[in-house]
């Protein structure tokens, strides 16, 4: 008789930012590191779009708590083998390189450029971890579900590359900055991100056997195959493949990029706790 | 460290008064809470924040189809290698010089990792406190020289406490017998320090199969795949990684440069 720990809403849309703040930061950081200068307009929305984004994600996990100063009591120690540990030192941290990111974004000084460039390649590092290791820290607990594959960090991390292009394609939309180049290029990784989502959810799926059970048959089912695998990532495939040029299909695609996504974290937590 | 100490909690010998889920109550000041209907005696139906001891009613079928009554008075077990403590990222769950496990009540953060972590899904969750809570082994009584609360109370030494070595050894020959008068299926949960979860400091003497008192077969701890879970995480990364590259390096028409 196993115990579930209670971990829903403001938990599930934690999952959720922080998957897309850990993308669109590394995301950005390779645009501005490996792309072209007209590139630099993705790697700014990138920054700029993880900042609020991770500072909500501090502010859902205190509150989460019920006792908000009880945060600090996580900071008393620091247990490397833990997710839990290293995963709240590790917001506070990608938090304050987003920050700096952000600000020198607005700089096209050449000395700031280099900065920020470096500084990108350091702090995606903590935006790929951010990403990935609330999926390890679920695989980590009793629960078979969350316990029984090996790939729900890795699936977490190919959500967060996937949600978190789709945000910057979106703003980059909505801000009407299509015209550059900086939207195919960002399309065609998040293409190839959902690609390798879809693979490592399959293989994620086969892993866990009987232990899926909760979410590929039952109440949350039709969540999971309609929202996370239709909705959330066949269909925004199929959108940007037909519609390649229209890039308002693309931007639908984009929002039920992010639909997936949140999916993704809901039905993971809430099947086999609701 | 000094020297280990254990509860061994003999089935055999339980009658089912449940002096010591009262005795527990008591002296740990566990408030009252609404019984809830389980379909036999027992109540409630699992460990709750505020039930540390609980005694498990548990109906088995017999040959002749009469039903025989399996009593187990099932608590924390202060696993050796405990899942709740790994998982703890305040350190409020610390392992005591006996070898018991408690949760400093003051440095939990209330973030219900160990709740999860436990694969017994003993720890729980307090509202209005907002911190996990479980059994303490009487944490307080031992470093008075004074044995839990419920090992106290018991009437038939169903619960006995001491040093483990010696429990375990008893609790060896007590097996011996039994099988002796015919419980073929006596066996001692936890006893063996070589076994899962590196022994538990409340073991067992069960009448029957793990699986009858709901109780894994083999249960492991949670955090032994951090390693190979954040190496798949990171292969995820590099391949997500080099498509972005890859993508952002590829020149579309009229890029110039570099």
Redesign the interface.
């Given at each position: 008789?196993?115990?579930?720990?209670?971990?829903e809403m403001m938990i599930v849309v934690y999952f959720f930012l922080g998957g897309v703040a850990g993308g669109a930061y590394?995301?950005a950081a390779?645009?501005d590191n490996?792309?072209?200068?007209?590139?630099r307009y993705v790697a700014r929305v990138g920054y700029l779009l993880s900042l609020p984004l991770v500072a909500l994600c501090g502010l859902l996990l205190i509150a989460?708590?019920?006792?908000p100063s009880?945060?600090l009591?996580?900071m008393?120690?620091f247990?490397f083998?833990?997710?839990?540990?290293i995963?709240?030192w590790a917001v506070g941290v990608f938090g304050l390189f987003t920050f700096v990111s952000s600000v020198l974004s607005f700089s096209e000084a050449p000395s700031t450029v280099a900065l920020r460039r470096k500084l990108a390649l350091i702090g995606?590092l903590f935006g790929?971890f951010l990403a990935?290791?609330t999926?390890?820290?679920l695989?980590?607990?009793?629960?078979p579900l969350?316990?029984q594959a090996?790939?729900?960090?890795?699936?977490?991390?190919?959500s967060g590359?996937s949600t978190g292009?789709a945000a910057i394609s979106l703003i980059l939309f909505l801000t009407g900055a299509t015209a550059g180049?900086g939207w195919?290029?960002?399309k065609?990784?998040d293409r190839?991100?959902m690609v390798?989502e879809l693979i490592?959810l399959a293989v994620f799926l086969v892993l866990l056997g009987a232990a899926a059970k909760p979410i590929v048959s039952g109440h949350f089912a039709p969540l999971f195959w309609g929202g996370l695998v239709g909705i959330g990532l066949l269909v925004p495939l199929a959108l940007d493949v037909l519609g390649h040029r229209a890039k308002a299909l693309g931007a639908v695609a984009a929002v039920l990029v992010l639909a997936g996504g949140f999916v993704l974290r809901y039905v993971m937590l809430m099947s086999i706790q609701a | 460290m000094a020297r280990t100490l254990a509860m061994f909690t003999d089935t055999s010998l339980c009658i089912g008064c449940r002096a010591c889920q009262v005795a527990c109550k008591q002296w740990n000041e566990l408030g009252m809470e609404v019984p809830e209907w389980t379909g036999t005696y027992q109540n409630h139906?699992?460990f709750t924040d505020k039930t540390f001891r609980l005694v498990r009613f548990i109906e088995e079928p017999k040959p002749n189809g009469d039903m025989a009554w399996l009593l187990m008075s099932d608590v924390c077990k202060h696993c050796a290698e405990a899942?709740c403590l790994?998982?703890?990222?305040?350190?409020?769950i610390y392992r005591t010089e006996f070898g018991t496990v408690d949760i400093n009540q003051n440095?939990?953060?209330?973030?219900?990792?160990c709740?999860?972590?436990?694969?017994?899904?003993?720890?729980?969750?307090r509202e209005d406190t907002?911190t996990a809570r479980k059994c303490t082994f009487c944490n307080d009584r031992i470093h008075n020289g004074l044995g839990p609360a419920c090992a106290k109370a018991c009437p038939t030494e169903s619960i006995q406490f001491g040093f483990r070595d010696e429990l375990v050894a008893k609790a060896g020959k007590r097996v011996e017998t039994l099988k002796a008068m015919g419980f073929k299926d006596a066996q001692l949960y936890g006893a063996d320090s070589k076994g899962f979860l590196g022994g538990l400091n409340a073991f067992f003497l069960l009448l029957s199969k793990p699986a009858t008192y709901?109780l894994p077969e083999d249960?492991k701890v949670?955090?032994?795949?951090?390693v190979?879970?954040?190496l798949?995480?990171?292969?995820?990364?590099l391949?997500?990684?080099l498509?972005?590259?890859?993508?952002?390096?590829?020149?579309?028409?009229?890029?110039g440069?570099?």
């Open positions: 008789m196993l115990k579930t720990p209670g971990w590394f995301t390779i645009a490996f792309g072209g200068t007209r590139d989460d708590l019920g006792v009880r945060f009591n996580m008393r120690v247990k083998w833990d997710p839990m540990s995963g709240a995606m790929f990935s290791y999926g390890v820290l695989s980590n607990t009793a629960l969350w316990s090996r790939l729900m960090g890795a699936l977490f991390l190919a590359a292009m180049e195919g290029k960002v065609k990784a190839f991100s390798f490592v | 139906a699992h899942g790994d998982a703890c990222p305040t350190g409020a440095t939990c953060n209330g973030c219900r990792y709740v999860s972590s436990c694969p017994f899904g003993v720890v729980s969750f907002g709901n249960p949670p955090q032994r795949n951090v190979t879970d954040s798949l995480s990171i292969g995820s990364a391949i997500v990684g498509g972005a590259l890859l993508a952002f390096r590829g020149r579309g028409k009229g890029d440069d570099a």
